[in-house]
């Protein structure tokens, strides 16, 4: 049963810190990359970080670069998304996402496993 469960949104003021958590299924954890979207309302879902497994290597979105930093927990099975210096821009729902197996894109977001997503509000 895959499973990908996020949590520590909420709502801060500008200039503010949150750290995201999305547990996933041990099952999927190893997979080609897991990622952070977002999708702000009237906007099409975005693609804030990735992490892929076998390279250890990382993908930030220009939007948040130098602000955002993603890394994992593997005796967790956690996937965080840290957030610092956040501005009312960054307001959106975020979404943890993992490639099935099949070695899909954490950017575009085709193909993968979704969380149900936690709310980031910044004023």
């Known amino acids: 049963h895959v499973q990908l469960v996020e949590s520590g949104g909420g709502s801060v003021q500008g200039g503010e810190s949150l750290r995201l958590s999305c547990e996933i299924s041990?099952?999927?954890?190893?997979?080609?990359?897991m990622g952070w979207f977002r999708q702000a309302p009237g906007k099409e879902r975005a693609a804030v970080a990735a992490?892929?497994?076998?390279?250890?290597?990382?993908y930030v979105a220009d939007s948040v670069k130098g602000r955002f930093t993603i890394s994992r927990d593997n005796a967790k099975t956690t996937l965080y998304l840290q957030m610092n210096s956040l501005k009312p821009e960054d307001t959106a729902m975020y979404y943890c996402?993992?490639?099935?197996?099949?070695?899909?894109?954490?950017?575009?977001?085709?193909?993968?496993?979704w969380g149900q997503g936690t709310q980031v509000t910044v004023s």
């Open positions: 992490h892929y497994t076998g390279t250890a290597t990382t």
């Open positions: 996402a993992a490639d099935p197996g099949r070695r899909r894109s954490c950017i575009t977001g085709s193909g993968l496993y």
């Open positions: 041990l099952y999927i954890y190893s997979s080609y990359c």
